[in-house]
């Protein structure tokens, strides 16, 4: 497998130490592993002392995959192994192949040795599972309650799959996966197919209307009649819910008329979204009996086919608004989804970073008004749903507004601290930093991301191909040779004899190059000369500036002049007022006054795809100028009624085609008639769109009172709701659609909208400008603050000892309160010492020793381990306890002499009654050191 291909040039490992590292990766693996081996010994001395339910330490340690599979599962496998065969299958297959085949093999295997169908099946599923959820989840266990052989009418056996709550946790794919196993199983040991009743299938039908649960897919009832009749294998399960089923409550097959939810997961997440995934199973490994899944795996994509017309395909960023739901009133939102003044992507990972998490400047911390703080939950639009936030002082500050005009960058917090009572507006959040791998953990395609630093740093790194190149880019910047690393990072790969030389050389450049802010000259002879796009304050955010004011901005541009190196608009922001910024912004802008405008008022062109003008509220506040400037991300201050622009004007003047002539910007290219025709061309495109617009809700308003009659007259002929549907959608269909009169011109319309959407002016700026212009800030992820408080400690109210007290310790349920009644009548599990013989519900026996005249010594007791004895007709209850009597008193008492303390503490909580099944009480002293700390019991009893 070590085989050295040809590498690319651009391969970021070329030149990596590679071994060495893997060395050091080994020994961190062995560190760990002897630290860990270390932990297990103590632990396993501590486990000895019988002090606890089990003697021994009950997590498995498992090197692979294979062995966890075989630890999990090992009271299921009865000492069979199949750790070897699953790491012999793995070299060979992917995983859910390899699931599949090791599932029949275990469950054949089984039954050739003796055992019965059930048990044959029910393990097979079982190891099948776990190799699926890489035997790190409960799933396996508990998701799948039991496997039940169950006659159909005709008296042939049919297999059914009892699915429980914890099965959500495998996953969709695992579900499926499973009835198909399911399915492969009962084939290879000659179990029947299910047929259900018409009962049976309605009783599902009948359980998703009723179920209020979570469920990512809810199928229709002919999609679930469909599934539920075609599936070989019966999806069965426990009920979870308490609502009941009203119709078809008592079915065949089905042990309580309570809605099963894992039927429910397994049938509407599992076969209806993963149909794809199965079907990718069912056709290569020619497993019949399973062509329904394929209406399921091809129906998203018909319905994406009719949705975009014919052959267009959006290059839009979907904007998700997921994270926007549940907001609370108190916690803000950072930014809606995709919104220009929210943060911007850029990709990477900060060192104090870490998985499912982001990282941002500092300053745009404080600017958060300090609602985002180290480790703050923020949920966010992509790519997953939350992530916690770090600090980055690469990641660029916020831009605020300050009460006297003045637009600014932050880009380290005591600057931002410094300004903060004078700001009057965060204009933008500055950068979030995700690691690209955070798209492919959560399964989501990566987005553009903006022409940042790092980009142009790598632009340049190959750029520099020769000594004279690298001299040429420091004569450009400005800079001596020796300021600069040493090397030509961009050497051809056949001239670089060294990979690892050339590794470090290419990383020094990359370091140097990324934190270099080259004046506009600079900037713009290395685009040039390098082929680079312009970076930082040189590369406006043109997607911001809506293509409607550029007219209006071309002309205010005219009259700008060039004094002392920056760009001077003469009454720029004449009747500019502060106060509008306090004001909160109507949910419907007026239509704008423009002789009330700050600056010049020289109207901006209507709307193209919407009613009003884009972002009219920032002319109506800082009018058509300095509007611009903010919307581009142009630094600039006020100079009483002037607007003067500081950094990045020469870019805007660029892409706008001017060019300074002595004081004043002079028009060379003629942008203006550029921006007139991509206009007039958006103009003719929308009203193609809304002719189809029309022609579309048209058709569907008729299509809809089809509908309604057929529906109607199937419900008078008393025809069910299932039928109904159909008959109505049968109805609806019958009407055709003949599509857009013109498909050609409609799909040159949608085009041309879509790319307007996606690159804005840049289209036109590319057209204009000789340089080479990529977007700066392409997407923003929206965001809001997240409810980190959710996650406290669950258990709540505090308790600190498991403990039962029933009511004698009153609301607090404070175990002194109880212990002032001496005698104790709750229900616990009945053990009896394996010392004295006494009865002891706790796990070491708390009878006290006798004295010389048979008077109960306090501190010292028997302290023999016990054993739990369950009664016959216990057996199978839910909970093996009985009613008994302890003296409490006395066991707190001892429990304080043991541990060596004054006294035990007053507010020691306990709990009513034991969940458990055996109904063991902990050893009392945990409790009281629990108390003692303050720490509460947390989930699994530590
Ligand atoms: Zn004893």
Same mark, same amino acid.
């Given at each position: 497998?070590?085989?050295?291909?040809?590498?690319?040039?651009?391969?970021?490992?070329?030149?990596?130490?590679?071994?060495?590292?893997?060395?050091?990766?080994?020994?961190?693996?062995?560190?760990?592993?002897?630290?860990?081996?270390?932990?297990?010994?103590?632990?396993?001395?501590?486990?000895?002392?019988?002090?606890?339910?089990?003697?021994?330490?009950?997590?498995?340690?498992?090197?692979?995959?294979?062995?966890?599979?075989?630890?999990?599962?090992?009271?299921?496998?009865?000492?069979?192994?199949?750790?070897?065969?699953?790491?012999?299958?793995?070299?060979?297959?992917?995983?859910?192949?390899?699931?599949?085949?090791?599932?029949?093999?275990?469950?054949?295997?089984?039954?050739?040795?003796?055992?019965?169908?059930?048990?044959?099946?029910?393990?097979?599923?079982?190891?099948?599972?776990?190799?699926?959820?890489?035997?790190?989840?409960?799933?396996?266990?508990?998701?799948?309650?039991?496997?039940?052989?169950?006659?159909?009418?005709?008296?042939?056996?049919?297999?059914?799959?009892?699915?429980?709550?914890?099965?959500?946790?495998?996953?969709?794919?695992?579900?499926?996966?499973?009835?198909?196993?399911?399915?492969?199983?009962?084939?290879?040991?000659?179990?029947?197919?299910?047929?259900?009743?018409?009962?049976?299938?309605?009783?599902?039908?009948?359980?998703?209307?009723?179920?209020?649960?979570?469920?990512?897919?809810?199928?229709?009832?002919?999609?679930?009649?469909?599934?539920?009749?075609?599936?070989?294998?019966?999806?069965?399960?426990?009920?979870?819910?308490?609502?009941?089923?009203?119709?078809?409550?008592?079915?065949?097959?089905?042990?309580?008329?309570?809605?099963?939810?894992?039927?429910?997961?397994?049938?509407?997440?599992?076969?209806?979204?993963?149909?794809?995934?199965?079907?990718?199973?069912?056709?290569?490994?020619?497993?019949?009996?399973?062509?329904?899944?394929?209406?399921?795996?091809?129906?998203?994509?018909?319905?994406?086919?009719?949705?975009?017309?014919?052959?267009?395909?959006?290059?839009?960023?979907?904007?998700?608004?997921?994270?926007?739901?549940?907001?609370?009133?108190?916690?803000?939102?950072?930014?809606?989804?995709?919104?220009?003044?929210?943060?911007?992507?850029?990709?990477?990972?900060?060192?104090?970073?870490?998985?499912?998490?982001?990282?941002?400047?500092?300053?745009?911390?404080?600017?958060?008004?300090?609602?985002?703080?180290?480790?703050?939950?923020?949920?966010?639009?992509?790519?997953?749903?939350?992530?916690?936030?770090?600090?980055?002082?690469?990641?660029?500050?916020?831009?605020?507004?300050?009460?006297?005009?003045?637009?600014?960058?932050?880009?380290?917090?005591?600057?931002?601290?410094?300004?903060?009572?004078?700001?009057?507006?965060?204009?933008?959040?500055?950068?979030?930093?995700?690691?690209?791998?955070?798209?492919?953990?959560?399964?989501?395609?990566?987005?553009?991301?903006?022409?940042?630093?790092?980009?142009?740093?790598?632009?340049?790194?190959?750029?520099?191909?020769?000594?004279?190149?690298?001299?040429?880019?420091?004569?450009?910047?400005?800079?001596?040779?020796?300021?600069?690393?040493?090397?030509?990072?961009?050497?051809?790969?056949?001239?670089?004899?060294?990979?690892?030389?050339?590794?470090?050389?290419?990383?020094?450049?990359?370091?140097?190059?990324?934190?270099?802010?080259?004046?506009?000259?600079?900037?713009?002879?290395?685009?040039?000369?390098?082929?680079?796009?312009?970076?930082?304050?040189?590369?406006?955010?043109?997607?911001?500036?809506?293509?409607?004011?550029?007219?209006?901005?071309?002309?205010?541009?005219?009259?700008?002049?060039?004094?002392?190196?920056?760009?001077?608009?003469?009454?720029?922001?004449?009747?500019?007022?502060?106060?509008?910024?306090? &004001?909160?912004?109507?949910?419907?802008?007026?239509?704008?006054?423009?002789?009330?405008? /700050? @600056? !010049?008022?020289? %109207?901006? =062109?209507?709307?193209?795809?919407?009613?009003?003008?884009?972002?009219?509220?920032?002319?109506?506040?800082?009018?058509?100028?300095?509007?611009?400037?903010?919307?581009?991300?142009?630094?600039?201050?006020?100079?009483?009624?002037?607007?003067?622009?500081?950094?990045?004007?020469?870019?805007?003047?660029?892409?706008?085609?001017?060019?300074?002539?002595?004081?004043?910007?002079?028009?060379?290219?003629?942008?203006?008639?550029?921006?007139?025709?991509?206009?007039?061309?958006?103009?003719?495109?929308?009203?193609?769109?809304?002719?189809?617009?029309?022609?579309?809700?048209?058709?569907?308003?008729?299509?809809?009172?089809?509908?309604?009659?057929?529906?109607?007259?199937?419900?008078?002929?008393?025809?069910?709701?299932? &039928?109904?549907?159909?008959?109505?959608?049968?109805?609806?269909?019958?009407?055709?659609? /003949? @599509? !857009?009169?013109? %498909?050609? =011109?409609?799909?040159?319309?949608?085009?041309?909208?879509?790319?307007?959407?996606?690159?804005?002016?840049?289209?036109?700026?590319?057209?204009?400008?000789?340089?080479?212009?990529?977007?700066?800030?392409?997407?923003?992820?929206?965001?809001?603050?997240?409810?980190?408080?959710?996650?406290?400690?669950?258990?709540?109210?505090?308790?600190?000892?498991?403990?039962?007290?029933?009511?004698?310790?009153?609301?607090?349920?404070?175990?002194?309160?109880?212990?002032?009644?001496?005698?104790?009548?709750?229900?616990?599990?009945?053990?009896?010492?394996?010392?004295?013989?006494?009865?002891?519900?706790?796990?070491?026996?708390?009878?006290?020793?006798?004295?010389?005249?048979?008077?109960?010594?306090?501190?010292?007791?028997?302290?023999?381990?016990?054993?739990?004895?369950?009664?016959?007709?216990?057996?199978?209850?839910?909970?093996?306890?009985?009613?008994?009597?302890?003296?409490?008193?006395?066991?707190?008492?001892?429990?304080?002499?043991?541990?060596?303390?004054?006294?035990?503490?007053?507010?020691?909580?306990?709990?009513?009654?034991?969940?458990?099944?055996?109904?063991?009480?902990?050893?009392?002293?945990?409790?009281?050191?629990?108390?003692?700390?303050?720490?509460?019991?947390?989930?699994?009893?530590?």
């Amino acid at each position: 497998m070590s085989q050295q291909g040809a590498r690319d040039v651009h391969d970021p490992l070329l030149g990596l130490d590679i071994e060495r590292l893997e060395r050091e990766m080994e020994s961190y693996e062995e560190w760990l592993d002897e630290r860990t081996e270390e932990a297990y010994k103590i632990a396993e001395k501590a486990r000895a002392k019988g002090l606890d339910h089990s003697l021994e330490v009950e997590i498995p340690r498992a090197s692979d995959l294979a062995s966890r599979t075989e630890k999990l599962l090992v009271e299921h496998l009865e000492g069979a192994e199949v750790a070897d065969d699953i790491r012999k299958l793995l070299t060979e297959f992917d995983r859910e192949t390899t699931s599949i085949k090791m599932a029949t093999l275990v469950a054949k295997r089984f039954r050739d040795n003796g055992h019965d169908l059930q048990k044959s099946i029910d393990v097979g599923l079982r190891v099948g599972l776990a190799i699926l959820t890489e035997a790190v989840l409960v799933a396996p266990l508990e998701g799948i309650s039991e496997v039940r052989l169950l006659p159909n009418l005709d008296g042939s056996q049919f297999l059914s799959i009892h699915f429980a709550g914890p099965i959500r946790a495998a996953g969709g794919t695992a579900q499926a996966l499973a009835v198909l196993i399911g399915d492969m199983i009962r084939r290879e040991l000659n179990v029947d197919a299910y047929k259900p009743t018409d009962d049976e299938v309605e009783r599902v039908k009948e359980e998703f209307g009723l179920y209020r649960g979570n469920l990512q897919y809810r199928p229709p009832p002919e999609e679930v009649d469909t599934i539920v009749r075609a599936c070989p294998v019966m999806v069965n399960g426990e009920s979870t819910e308490d609502i009941e089923c009203a119709g078809y409550g008592r079915v065949r097959n089905i042990d309580e008329a309570r809605i099963r939810g894992g039927v429910l997961l397994v049938i509407g997440e599992g076969l209806c979204l993963k149909a794809p995934k199965i079907q990718r199973h069912t056709e290569r490994l020619n497993v019949p009996g399973w062509d329904f899944i394929s209406t399921f795996a091809n129906k998203n994509k018909d319905e994406e086919r009719a949705g975009e017309g014919a052959g267009f395909v959006s290059r839009k960023v979907p904007e998700i608004s997921k994270f926007m739901k549940d907001i609370i009133a108190g916690r803000p939102v950072f930014g809606a989804p995709l919104e220009p003044g929210g943060f911007r992507l850029r990709y990477g990972r900060a060192r104090p970073s870490g998985l499912a998490a982001g990282s941002c400047n500092a300053a745009s911390m404080a600017a958060m008004d300090d609602f985002i703080a180290v480790g703050t939950q923020m949920k966010i639009e992509r790519p997953g749903k939350a992530c916690a936030i770090t600090p980055c002082d690469i990641a660029e500050g916020p831009w605020a507004i300050l009460r006297n005009g003045d637009f600014k960058q932050y880009n380290d917090l005591d600057s931002f601290r410094k300004d903060r009572p004078m700001i009057s507006s965060i204009w933008d959040n500055g950068e979030l930093v995700l690691g690209y791998g955070e798209f492919m953990e959560n399964n989501k395609n990566l987005v553009p991301a903006a022409y940042s630093h790092d980009w142009w740093a790598a632009d340049l790194i190959d750029a520099l191909d020769s000594d004279q190149a690298v001299e040429e880019f420091c004569r450009i910047i400005g800079t001596e040779r020796k300021d600069m690393p040493e090397g030509t990072p961009g050497l051809p790969i056949n001239q670089s004899i060294d990979l690892d030389e050339r590794f470090h050389i290419r990383r020094k450049w990359r370091d140097s190059l990324i934190s270099l802010n080259p004046s506009w000259e600079s900037a713009k002879e290395i685009a040039v000369r390098f082929s680079t796009s312009l970076v930082g304050a040189h590369n406006p955010w043109w997607l911001d500036l809506p293509i409607e004011w550029v007219p209006a901005l071309l002309q205010a541009i005219e009259s700008a002049t060039v004094r002392d190196g920056n760009l001077h608009f003469i009454g720029g922001v004449k009747g500019w007022n502060a106060d509008e910024m306090d &004001e909160l912004r109507p949910e419907k802008e007026n239509t704008l006054d423009y002789a009330s405008i /700050p @600056g !010049p008022s020289i %109207p901006v =062109e209507k709307g193209i795809f919407s009613d009003s003008v884009p972002h009219s509220w920032v002319l109506r506040i800082h009018g058509l100028v300095k509007g611009s400037a903010l919307m581009l991300g142009l630094a600039h201050h006020h100079d009483g009624d002037d607007l003067v622009i500081t950094s990045g004007w020469q870019a805007m003047l660029d892409g706008l085609g001017f060019s300074i002539k002595g004081k004043a910007p002079m028009r060379i290219e003629d942008a203006e008639q550029v921006f007139k025709n991509r206009i007039e061309e958006l103009r003719n495109a929308e009203i193609i769109l809304a002719k189809e617009r029309a022609r579309k809700s048209e058709l569907e308003q008729k299509r809809s009172s089809v509908k309604i009659a057929a529906e109607t007259d199937a419900r008078q002929r008393g025809l069910g709701i299932a &039928e109904t549907d159909k008959i109505g959608k049968e109805a609806a269909s019958k009407l055709p659609d /003949p @599509g !857009p009169k013109n %498909p050609d =011109e409609y799909l040159r319309a949608q085009i041309l909208e879509d790319d307007h959407d996606v690159d804005g002016v840049l289209t036109q700026i590319r057209q204009i400008s000789r340089l080479r212009w990529e977007h700066s800030a392409p997407v923003r992820v929206g965001c809001r603050m997240g409810r980190p408080e959710k996650s406290a400690p669950r258990e709540k109210p505090t308790v600190h000892s498991l403990f039962p007290i029933a009511l004698s310790g009153g609301n607090q349920r404070l175990i002194a309160n109880s212990a002032e009644q001496q005698d104790l009548r709750v229900e616990m599990g009945a053990r009896f010492c394996t010392v004295c013989g006494k009865k002891s519900p706790m796990i070491t026996c708390h009878h006290r020793k006798l004295d010389d005249f048979g008077e109960e010594k306090p501190g010292e007791v028997c302290g023999g381990r016990t054993e739990l004895r369950v009664s016959k007709e216990k057996q199978n209850a839910r909970r093996r306890g009985e009613l008994q009597t302890i003296r409490i008193d006395n066991l707190l008492e001892d429990a304080r002499i043991s541990l060596g303390i004054d006294r035990v503490p007053k507010k020691m909580k306990g709990v009513k009654k034991l969940m458990s099944k055996n109904q063991t009480p902990e050893a009392v002293e945990k409790g009281i050191l629990r108390a003692r700390h303050g720490l509460p019991v947390f989930r699994d009893g530590t």
